[in-house]
């Protein structure tokens, strides 16, 4: 019987989560990997912060999902993956062999130097769903001190539940985000001004053009001497792949993710695929975003099928534009497509819509049911 391994049961397995049991009937058997039994999808994590979603809204149940079809879930960390022998290498010291590895990893935040308890990061989602009841708790008490890290989308949706979690306690929540480049830079420069003007008229803080180089007990140490006190920290300074491929041996781009050809197989090891912010497209870069994962997901199933069965392979053409929708959190959205940028209620409504239906075409097994 041929092996496939799903390591990691992020956006761009779910396809092939989904059809385990096409697999396992045509006489393959699926091994899935992960660190938990749910999977949560970072699109809805900034509005579990806020608590505009709960946990069971924004979440798949992987291990139900690969159990229900036959296959066997082994919840773990994947440290090591020896190509030359086809075998990946887990943090408590089991190893599992495969035909074919598909990896959907996802990706680190980047880490800030320092150490507290009142540091946030945003991966793994459901912290943020703790945070913000722990906020929520101490705004009803005193007054709250919040430092969002980071002025991309992470962070400009953070710092605006920030805000909407203070105005549903009636607390004082005093915010402040600060970034190391223009917020947003990399979203046309509409969205950046339109997402100032929100904050400004809101009262968070922004601070551009500013590193913050240590994090201390309670204060944030700032280029040129500043500092900033703070009582929670989060950590949305950006992401990156993690480093279980450049310490495996194999080709990875210069930010560390596996480097995959147009069928989204490593270059040199045609027998380990893989999607989502785990992989550096080699014929053209890609921006880590929910889209190009969700729309690798048919290809990898078809991609993993072929390898299984001696077929085809099917190429990924990604899109050369995508729509991109930031939650405010204030029950508005900014909305954007190339140079196009507009905000306002409807577009928040129909980040809401989008996101649901995709949650419920792959909550399939009890998960909206459940308490938290």
């Known amino acids: ?23 396992i009937a045509a006489g393959i058997s699926v091994t899935v990997i992960a660190r938990g039994d749910y999977h949560y999808y970072s699109g809805m994590g900034p509005g579990l912060l806020s ?7 924004t979440r798949f149940h992987v291990r139900r999902m690969t159990e229900e079809r036959g296959g066997r879930f082994i919840q773990g960390d994947m440290v090591g993956i020896d190509a030359d022998n086809r ?5 408590d010291g089991r190893s599992f062999d495969y035909d074919v590895l598909s990896c959907n990893l996802g990706s680190d935040v980047v880490p800030v130097s320092g150490s507290n308890e009142q540091i946030i990061s945003v991966k793994p989602i459901e912290n943020l769903f703790f945070a913000g009841r722990d906020i929520e708790k101490r705004l009803k008490q005193e007054r709250v001190r919040a430092l969002v890290i980071g002025g991309g989308a992470a962070g400009i949706e953070l710092a605006g539940n920030l805000w909407r979690l203070g105005e549903k306690t009636a607390g004082s929540l005093e915010i402040t985000l600060v970034s190391q480049s223009e917020i947003l830079a990399r979203h046309p420069s509409r969205v950046r001004l339109l997402a100032l ?7 968070i ?5 500013v590193k913050v180089q240590d994090l201390s007990g309670s204060e944030a140490v700032l280029q040129e001497d500043g500092r900033l006190a703070f009582d929670y920290a989060f950590n949305a300074a950006g992401i990156r792949p993690p480093s279980i491929f450049r310490n495996s041996g ?14 989204l197989q490593s270059v040199r090891q045609p027998r380990i695929i893989g999607g989502g912010d785990c992989i550096s497209f080699a014929p053209r870069p890609l921006d880590r975003v929910g889209v190009y994962a969700v729309r690798q997901g048919p290809v990898l199933y078809d991609n993993i099928a072929a390898l299984l069965g001696c077929r085809a392979l099917r190429t990924f053409k990604p899109q050369s534009h995508y729509l991109s929708v930031l939650n405010l959190g204030d029950g508005r959205g900014i909305l954007s497509r190339r140079s196009f940028a507009a905000s306002g209620r409807f577009a928040f409504l129909l980040k809401n819509y989008i996101d649901r239906k995709f949650m419920k075409r792959f909550q399939v097994s009890g998960e909206i049911n459940a308490l938290l």
């Open 51 to 57: 608590g505009r979603y709960q946990p069971a809204e």
């Open 87 to 91: 075998r990946v290498v887990l943090s």
């Open 197 to 203: 003007a929100s904050f400004t008229k809101r009262g």
């Open 250 to 263: 194999l080709p990875v781009a210069a930010d560390g993710g596996l480097l995959v050809n147009a069928c």
């Open 1 to 23: 019987m041929k092996k496939l391994i799903l390591a990691g049961a992020g956006h761009a397995h779910l396809f092939t989560l989904m059809k385990t049991d096409r697999l």
């Open 205 to 209: 803080r922004i601070i551009e053009h």
